[in-house]
């Protein structure tokens, strides 16, 4: 399935929701257009450096739920966070369906309940590869 990376009238463009970003300690990169598809979208070989935040933008249709599936080289020690379309974060799992793993380099998030736009914040405190499912998911039209 091909991957759909665009930039809707529905949906903020990445120089429209760099002043709703959420904040961060230090000064992050312009975000990127959402993913999302009708299946969960892989992303490979991400470039993750420290002191260089890497942000994917996801959007996902209500009742779907959200999130992602960060897996790194080792040794980077990974730090991954979903955050709403609101500044902060989504919070802890709440429901039976909601999934928070993690390990220094793997880091599996998912809400039953969160859905539009949402980020996904990865950080490493060594320079690291990533790989990242971002589960997007959207009705078929």
Not at 80 to 95: K, N, R, Y
Not at 99 to 126: G, K, N, T, W
């Amino acid at each position: 399935m091909r991957v759909a990376l665009f930039c809707a009238a529905l949906i903020e463009c990445a120089a429209s929701v760099a002043d709703s970003a959420p904040a961060v300690e230090h000064e992050s990169p312009a975000l990127p257009d959402p993913i999302y598809g009708h299946a969960p979208v892989a992303v490979r070989q991400l470039p993750v450096k420290p002191g260089s935040d890497l942000w994917l933008h996801g959007y996902s249709d209500c009742h779907l739920g959200a999130g992602a599936d960060v897996t790194c080289t080792p040794g980077g020690n990974v730090l991954v966070e979903l955050l709403g379309a609101d500044p902060g974060p989504v919070g802890s799992a709440a429901s039976a369906n909601d999934v928070e793993m993690r390990s220094p380099d793997h880091v599996r998030l998912y809400r039953a309940a969160l859905c539009h736009s949402f980020y996904v914040h990865i950080r490493a405190r060594a320079p690291v590869s990533c790989d990242a499912v971002v589960h997007a998911v959207v009705y078929p039209d």
